[in-house]
């Protein structure tokens, strides 16, 4: 949808595909800064692999593990260069092994691109980088800084040029004349198309991965090289990690695990959005000396505005708040919004805050409520509600959110599929509601299965508690119901009589079932009170009553 996305956004939504995968000849076009020499020129080629043909417009660099050891080979005369230990899978067939080097002897190694669209002196050479992977591939990466974080950050570090033929709803620009105006992952085949034509096509074959689609309207997600804002929540890794750990987490694996892993990987939170829709990033930067004043609250923006009235009763949204422009304090120049909304993942991530409308009142609910006792959602939050809570409270408090979280699993439908809106498969609950009551589906969530465990609800599931438990429990207050008005029992009057060992034995296990269930709900187990509650009615139906009844 035209928009940047954070890290724990992208998180979300991985799914398994189906892509190109290719390896492709860069010829070597000169050896003269290198340690490696070509003994067969205009013969030999560096093997690069890629399952994303369309970012080969934009590579402008190779690189290599410097310590890892590389081959040239000769097969049907040519020679081609690749890692030793990818030698077998990349090349194929009958090769003969040249020689051997290490990967350091490549650097500095020109080579002809697929496309050469840029006239920079920096671009089309060889360098080392340690994400280089010897699991797959040939060992020699394809790297387009425009296109791939490593790539980027490898661009930074060797002063790469930055090429970037795609414009932002993702179609190749004139830049790139061969697929100007096409999505680029459905230019994927006309590239390849074209490498083959032109002899530089080694190897193709369909390759299974994993890749990011939108968690909101399930597009392809492109890696795109963009200015934003964002929270440096790098710099309080460790504290977060923390504060993750003094969460008791229901079940422990999601806080360790997936929580965990992701706060190890840590990156900055990408703040700002490209949308119209959201709460206004809340940055004016100054037209004439670029100075940056972050506004924290009406009366801060009252104070620097240039026109006070108007900022006193703005509505705080665009596009109205994007009139009021600031007194810049530094030089006295007017200051703009920048354009941007903020991530509504920072919105939901307040909410420990902004509930109170805290700091500006309501500190006495603010203090007592903070942190949370409990919080409950989908296993889905991990990375995002969790996360945002978690990321906000620690940055303005220094302390978790919450002090315990009950993940629940996800809704199923009756084929095991996961429910989303997206996909259409959502059964409604209140279809189950109306047809078995509240009660019924609420009973099935608790004693099915623990929280967090996935659950299909299908309608055969579902309607199951209502026969095997809560009929049970009505029909035997009916039956208490019936009797005590045909007897007129008055229960402040009707006390007498010496309880019988019957009666002794049901408040027994009343009082058991109590504490069985109290200490149970105490630690967040819901699935044990339930069904300590199950066998006390069962109990209290087919002994107690029936063996009652004279
Ligand atoms: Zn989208
Ligand atoms: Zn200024």
Known sequence: CGTGLSSHEVAQGYRRVEDPSISVRMRIASDADSNYKQELPGKTALLTWTTTPWTLPANVALAVAADATYVEVEIEGERLIVAKDLAESAIGGDYRLVRGFPGADLIGLAYEPPYRLIDDPRAYRVHSADFVNMEEGTGIVHTAPAFGEDDYNLGREKDLPFFHPVDLSGKFTDEFPLCAGTFVKEADREIVDDLKERGLLYRYAPYEHDYPFCWRCDTPLLYYAMDSWYIKTTAVKDELIENNRKINWYPMHVGEGRLGDFLENLKDWALSRDRYWGTPLNLWVCDACGETVAVGSRKELVDLAIDPDLARTVELHRPYIDRVELRCPKCGGAM???????????????????????????????????????????????????????????????????????????????????????????????????????????????????????????????????????????????????????????????????????????????????????????????????????????????????????
């Open 336 to 550: 703009r919004r920048v354009p941007n909304v903020i991530d509504t993942w920072f919105d939901s991530g307040s909410m420990h805050t902004a509930q109170w409308h805290y700091p500006f009142e309501n500190e006495d609910e603010f203090k007592e409520n903070f942190p949370a006792d409990f919080i409950s959602e989908g296993v889905d939050q991990t990375r995002g509600w969790f996360y945002t809570l978690l990321a906000t409270s620690t940055i303005l408090y220094g302390l978790p959110a919450f002090k315990n979280c009950v993940v629940t699993g996800l809704g199923l439908d009756e084929n095991g599929v996961k429910m989303s809106k997206s996909k259409g498969n959502v059964i409604d609950p209140w279809d189950l509601i109306g047809k078995y009551g509240a009660d019924t589906l609420r009973w099935y969530l608790y004693s099915s299965s623990a929280p967090w465990k996935s659950k299909r609800l299908g309608e055969e599931d579902v309607k199951e508690p209502l026969y095997k438990f809560l009929d049970t429990l009505k029909n035997s207050y009916d039956f208490f119901a019936l009797y005590a008005s045909i007897d007129r029992f008055d229960p402040a009057r009707d006390r007498g009589g010496a309880p019988t060992v019957l009666d002794r034995w049901i408040l027994s296990r009343l009082s058991s079932t109590t504490a069985e269930v109290v200490a149970a709900l105490d630690s967040y187990d819901v699935v044990s009170p339930a069904a300590a509650l199950e066998r006390f009615v069962d109990e209290l139906s087919n002994w107690y009553i029936r063996t009652s009844r004279r």
